[in-house]
């Protein structure tokens, strides 16, 4: 009994919480479209705090900060809810904006066409959803073959044969593809630049010599780390070390 | 000679008396000499000035000299403007008798009813020099009546403070210059100089060494070290012309000047630079020594794009303003930027440079956004405070009204098709409106155990597919198995009342018999509960069923009718149903 009613109260607990973060998500609304651009940020940040997320919400923040000038925080966000969710035109529109501010201008190294395709290829799905497919294509195929083996007559058999094999196939390439996209997504740990300007290192330790440097707002990958040390590699292929407290992970949840 | 001065001074004192006595404000009286040092051979001339006439003059011993001529009287006495001036000297001319040092005692006379008393000299006399200076020819006397000096400011500056070095032309009113020309112009190694021209060459009023001389400015240069350490200023040399009264005397009684070419050169003078304190230096401190301002400012603050804004870096105040370099404007990668103009407007004086030095950039806009040009430091020592100063530029917004956005330039699109996929027209996008929370920290399906779960289980579905196959073929083709089993099952479909009525005595055969009309019903289509018992053994018999089964049938059906008036026992029950179950089994494969 006592039990129960526990479980009824976390229930609604869960539902008053629920109902706490959409109406400051609404306020939030509200402060932004009056201007008050910093009370919208405290509303979105407290819903972080409560442990909820989503892109609607960092997209939101990041323009916040955009129009405060905080270009670093600004794409920070921006990237995050680019995390979650990969495709989102407006996101990627306002991205440019916020990128447009940044001092370093970072040139891509070009990849070459077969890369390219199999990157584009592999990104058109997140890797749970190529994760789903497989599973899908998995249960075709093992209808198919078990129809393959009840059917009598031999045309039936050899088409469901074939179907089954066919499915089978894509089970396999979708599978892979998802591997591929997870060890992707596991390998890439993107962060951005916090500093207004730092020196990135040759070496792991203040003494070594400085290779380039760095302006608030640029995207970097993290490779390694040592101590309070990271290893980064930029777009454009240059890698160097530089202290931990300059820079912010975008995975950290 | 002698005769002829004292006509001079006779006449002169003459023309006092007719003036009247004034009253000055302070009375003077001193003691003069020609000089302090001198040679054996030489000659000394002492003289006694008051400024006011006097009684008693009362001159000291002399002692270690011997008086040649004296004493001599001179009185002059001028107005000048409603102001008198007045002197009188007695003149001594003295030769030494020994060598050593001697002092020329006090003086005393009596002015106004008060004694007044010279300070006493002191003298070296040394040996016998070579050109006594009665004797000293032209070149002689310009030597001593004309000095180069190089007068520099400061000697311990700061690396790249101004320092300023005067050169001045001393020259004693006893000769005079005729003409000059500078035949060595000095290089400042290690230092950046600036000469300062001097138009006009203006004789002043000075003392040199105690003496009263006439000086004129030759030169000015401003230098700025460029390097710490003791630095080495190269003399200048001058080619002087000079006129210099020899000891002839013209038919006038006018000195005859003598003309020499003199070469004078300013002594080298050494500096001791110090090098700029390296403590608390600000990283990007680029050696602007001084005091400045620092700005930077924009022509405009909001425009469209494809027009052009200037930005201006600039740096005015006091110092090497030539020397340093500016600080280079930060501008976001996506503005177009031209290289910066420099405007310099720097006047030199003797305190330094000042003014101010200025980077013009031109910006052009490419796509309509905001752009910030953050705050720039500039730093600078100030040697007067012997600090250094940092001084940062405000932060400036620059909006882009309108013109092409330049959306989507996301890291997945590389560097070459950037500009290709501009897309005309989309505004800054307002925020979302739907939250669509989800909780933080997701957990992923892909790798998940539900993920193998889902992936695996269904490929064991084939082989349990292909054992149910295999079973079922093998029930088809074991054909007496088959027809137990469908023996059964009738019975189990036909029976299953009387079953459960098993050993309750009338029910049980109410339900026998009910189950063996159900039975014929289904199997010949026939209501048979209102039939006798001869028609339907009739009915099966024309089915083809055999004799024996149609027999057990009837029997069965009498059975459960007596069974309604006579005790049955358990056991016949037992016996009946099995029989039921048999007779059904048989009729059904014969029907």
Known sequence: ?253 | MDFKKGIVFLSVFLFAFILKAQDAAAVTFEMKLSKSKLGLNERLRVDFTMNKDGDNFNPPDFAGFRVLMGPSQAISSSWINGVRSYSKSYSYTLAPTAKGKFTINQATIVIGGKTYKSLPENIEVTAAVDKPSDQMTADDVADENLHLVAEVSKTDPYMNEAITVVYKLYVSPSISVSNYQPLDNPKYNNFWSQDIKVTSLNAQNGTFKGKPYRFVILKRVVLYPQKSGKLEIEPLSLDVTVDVPTSKRDFFGGRVYAQTNKTVSAGNRTIDVKPLPLKNQPVNFNGAVGDFDFSVTTSKTSLNATESLQAVVEVTGKGNLKLFKLPELDLPSSLEVYEPEFTEGVRTTLSGMQGKVSNSYTVVPAFRGKYPLPSIPFSFFNPKTETYTTLNSEEIVINVLEGPSSATTNSAVTGLNKQNVIAVNSQFNFIKLNADLSPIGSTYFFTSNRFYLFLLAPLLFIPIAILFRKKRDAIASDVIGNKVKKANRLARRYLSKAKKELGNKDSFYVALEKALHNYLKAKLKIETSEFSKDKISELLLQKNVDEASVTGFVALLKNCEAARYSPFSDVQMQQDYEKASEVISLIDKQV
């Not at chain 1, 921006?78 to 970072?106: C, F, H, R, V």
């Not at chain 1, 040759?202 to 995207?219: Q, R, Y």
């Open chain 1, 1 to 253: 009994m006592v039990k129960n009613s526990i479980v009824i109260f976390l229930l609604f607990l869960g539902l008053i919480c629920n109902a706490q973060s959409s109406a400051l998500f609404d306020q939030a609304t509200a402060a932004y479209n009056d201007g008050a651009y910093e009370k919208a940020i405290d509303f979105y940040k407290t819903i972080m705090d409560s442990g909820e997320h989503s892109a609607a919400l960092y997209y939101n923040l990041g323009n916040s900060y955009y129009k405060l000038n905080d270009i670093p925080n600004s794409i920070y966000f921006y990237e995050k809810a680019l995390l979650l969710a990969p495709n989102d035109s407006e996101i990627l529109n306002n991205l440019g904006y916020a990128q447009q501010m940044t001092l370093d201008a970072i040139e891509t190294l070009p990849e070459t066409g077969l890369s390219r395709l199999y990157k584009k290829t592999t990104a058109t799905l997140s890797f749970d959803q190529w994760a789903y497919l497989g599973v899908g294509f998995m249960f075709l195929f093992v209808i198919l073959y078990i129809l393959f083996y009840y059917f009598q007559y031999s045309s039936r058999k050899r088409w469901a044969f074939i179907a089954s094999l066919v499915s089978l196939t894509i089970a396999v390439i979708t599978l892979l593809f998802a591997y591929i996209q997870y060890s992707d997504y596991k390998a890439n740990r993107p962060a951005i630049i916090f500093a207004d300007e730092i020196g990135i290192q040759a070496e792991p330790n203040t003494s070594s010599t400085e290779v380039f440097v760095l302006h608030a707002g640029t995207k970097v990958q993290v490779l390694e780390e040592l101590n309070d040390w990271q290893k980064i590699r930029l777009a454009d292929g240059k890698t160097g070390w530089v202290s931990s407290i300059h820079l912010k992970l975008l995975k950290d949840f």
